[in-house]
């Protein structure tokens, strides 16, 4: 039996083996190509089961997506914007596979409630902050899925406050405020001369006023998301991942001040917003749980 897990991201493919004997250099990565985008992620699953018959593959995507009929639009993968059908794709690729599907924010919530921080709790938030914002819900015990497979999208809930375009064609969504690549638009037109998410946060550590005020600005919104989310859930714990989550305190800092703030009901005191220890490697750990588990919509 030969399990794999693949995982489509904002900036990259990813995929991996699902085995006792894997760990994280094990996981193969490549760029989102400008062409040809099926064809390399073909080659990738390829190259990973190594001439295996593969009886299962875990798909995380970006969304939007439709799980039940198994179609992907990632708004990262220009070829794809439109909708692909990756499962059947797949399923020509390894006939004999199960091939379930699911939003990348679902999947990094089925790794924190297996490998992380979320398993003694029945109700949690995950979320994901990288180039852009990912999130999963658990709700008595069940990772939320929703109707077509998109529940999650915490970056796309509105932050008051804020009135910046979205690339999701709205304005004012948390994505578009403390999403590494909002974050990076916005330090550019106060004047900032870098251009990459980690050049950002090299520059915001070593204390450039502008970097650090866009990591501020990203914290606070992070914070008004977060409590409102969690009063509308009424959750007390929710897991911060991603690499904007290794900010330090010019992230926390604020974002712990808009909590305190905000999340002020007499069932929220005690909510918890803590780092999560999976790294960069948990979303395609959860499609790995999704490929172990064989959900399906």
């Known amino acids: 039996m030969t399990v794999l897990a693949l995982e489509i991201g904002a900036s990259g493919f990813a995929a991996s083996r699902i085995a006792d004997d894997v760990d994280t250099d094990d996981i193969r990565r490549i760029p989102i190509p400008a062409a040809g985008a099926w064809a390399k992620c073909q080659e990738l699953l390829l190259e990973v089961a190594g001439g295996a018959e593969v009886t299962d593959l875990g798909i995380a995507s970006a969304g939007p997506i439709d799980m039940a009929a198994g179609v992907i639009a990632p708004s990262d993968v220009p070829e794809w914007r439109t909708g692909f059908g990756i499962v059947e794709a797949a399923r020509k690729l390894f006939p004999k596979a199960r091939v379930p599907l699911a939003l990348d924010g679902v999947c990094l919530a089925l790794a924190e409630r297996n490998f992380g921080s979320t398993g003694g709790v029945m109700d949690s938030l995950v979320l994901g902050v990288s180039e852009r914002i990912t999130g999963g819900v658990a709700v008595g015990g069940f990772v939320v899925v929703g109707r077509t497979g998109n529940a999650g999208h915490v970056g796309h809930v509105l932050v008051p406050g804020f009135d910046e375009r979205c690339d999701c064609g ?116 959860g499609a790995g749980v999704l490929a172990l588990s064989g959900m399906t919509a």
């Open 170 to 285: 709205g304005r004012g969504c948390l994505e578009a405020v403390a999403g590494g690549l909002a974050m990076v638009r916005w330090a550019r037109e106060q004047g900032w001369a870098g251009a990459t998410v980690p050049e950002l946060l090299d520059a915001a550590r070593v204390g450039e006023d502008i970097p650090a005020a866009a990591l501020g600005r990203a914290g606070t919104a992070l914070g008004r998301a977060i409590a409102s989310v969690a009063a509308l859930l009424d959750l007390d714990l929710v897991v911060l991942g991603g690499s904007l989550a290794e900010a330090g305190p010019a992230l926390w800092k604020p974002l712990g001040e808009a909590v305190a703030t905000h999340a002020r009901l007499s069932f929220l005191p005690g909510l918890r917003v803590v780092p999560s220890q999976l790294g960069d490697v948990a979303t395609i750990m």
